[in-house]
């Protein structure tokens, strides 16, 4: 069965640098892309980007562009989401998921979410 | 950037009530459109892909209509376990976009 399992919660200071990885099984990992979504306490979805594993290309949300980078590696089947320059407001439960592309895209399976809290 | 515009924000509804939430693209999206319910608490699931085609496993009292710049997620007969926030998220270009979310509750 399908499955993400990203790392565990995160804390750091402002002007750090977090690191994310989520582990997929249970598909091909290079037929689909991952997204990154995240939750601010209290708040909607904000989707981020995405990375397609087949061939490493990434599309970030405009608001992140700069801050951002996402990565896979195919030998073990893991992408990962580095935000850098923390702020307090990127306090947020993150979430990786699976995108489908072509004539149907969505993200249909979800990793557990990592709680990253940016406090001084 | 296209905008995902969804109302109401909030709604509550008695068990059996059949409950519409709409989702209204700031431009043209064809049927590039999901919807996801995230329960308190909970991972958000994937309820319908491409406006109006149910996810495997996915009730059939829920439903997708709509295309081009306007969308319905319909659920045909509330249950308990339906109170959620409810997504819509478009999908037509590289770049994505969730709608701001519906919070069901039951009255």
């Known amino acids: 069965q399908v499955q993400l399992v990203q790392s565990g919660a995160e804390v750091k200071k402002p002007g750090a640098s977090v690191k994310v990885s989520c582990k997929a099984s249970g598909y091909t990992f290079t037929s689909y892309g991952i997204s990154w979504v995240r939750q601010a306490p209290g708040q909607g979805l904000e989707w981020m980007g995405w990375i397609s594993a087949y061939n490493g290309n990434t599309n970030y949300a405009q608001k992140l562009q700069g801050r951002v980078t996402m990565t896979t590696d195919t030998s073990t089947s893991t992408a990962y989401m580095e935000l850098r320059s923390l702020r307090s407001d990127d306090t947020a439960v993150y979430y990786c998921?699976?995108?489908?592309?072509?004539?149907?895209?969505?993200?249909?399976?979800w990793g557990q979410g990592t709680l990253v809290t940016v406090s001084s | 950037d296209i905008q995902m515009t969804q109302s109401p924000s909030s709604l509550s509804a008695s068990v059996g009530d059949r409950v519409t939430i709409t989702c209204r693209a700031s431009q043209g999206i064809s049927n590039y459109l999901a919807w996801y319910q995230q329960k308190p608490g909970k991972v958000p699931k994937l309820l319908i892909y491409a406006a109006s085609t149910l996810q495997s496993g996915v009730p059939s009292r829920f439903s997708g209509s709509g295309s081009g710049t306007d969308f319905t997620l319909t659920i045909s007969s509330l249950q308990p376990e339906d109170v959620a926030t409810y997504y819509c998220?478009?999908?037509?270009?590289?770049?994505?976009?969730f709608g701001q979310g519906t919070k069901l509750e039951i009255k």
């Open positions: 998921a699976r995108r489908r592309w072509g004539s149907s895209p969505a993200e249909d399976y």
């Open positions: 998220q478009k999908y037509n270009s590289a770049l994505s976009t």
